[in-house]
């Protein structure tokens, strides 16, 4: 069985000067500006395809982390993963760095580092994005 989501963005004008707004269709959970100056230049209101790659690595290498640990008997209390995603205009998409802190109960620290790249390399999303350069920054227990 395969699970498909949509997402749509209607953009009016040209590209420079161009803007949209992009939908998360299949959940209808929120609507997105997106404009090439964001993307190029850097913006704290509106969002950029980066980000939203961003938002589905972290949410991806959540779910693969707990399962990697849960499937190992050791299922995390909490995992806090923040993934950057960077793009170089005219060049494009070019790595994504991802950072974790979590509360594992009764794992080593050297059993959660060996999950924690099992995680990174077994996610779909990074599996998605294996084009680019995946760093796993940092994995932290409490």
């Known amino acids: 069985m395969s699970i498909n989501s949509n997402a749509r963005t209607n953009w009016r004008g040209d590209f420079a000067s161009g803007a949209g707004r992009t939908l ?9 500006d997106v404009n090439w100056l964001a993307r190029s230049a850097g913006s704290h209101s509106t969002t950029t395809p980066e980000e939203l790659l961003a938002a589905a690595h972290a949410s991806c290498y959540s779910m693969a982390l707990a399962n990697v640990l849960s499937e190992a008997g050791s299922p995390p209390i909490q995992l806090n993963v923040d993934a950057t995603v960077t793009f170089v205009p005219g060049t ?3 790595r994504s760095e991802l950072r974790v802190h979590a509360s594992v109960p009764g794992i080593s620290k050297d059993d959660f580092q060996l999950a924690a790249v099992d995680a990174k390399t077994n996610c779909p999303v990074s599996q998605a994005l ?3 350069e995946i760093i796993l920054e940092s994995a932290t227990l409490d």
């Open 24 to 32: 998360l269709a299949t959940s209808g959970t929120t609507e997105l």
């Open 92 to 94: 494009g998409v070019t």
């Open 130 to 132: 294996s084009g680019i």
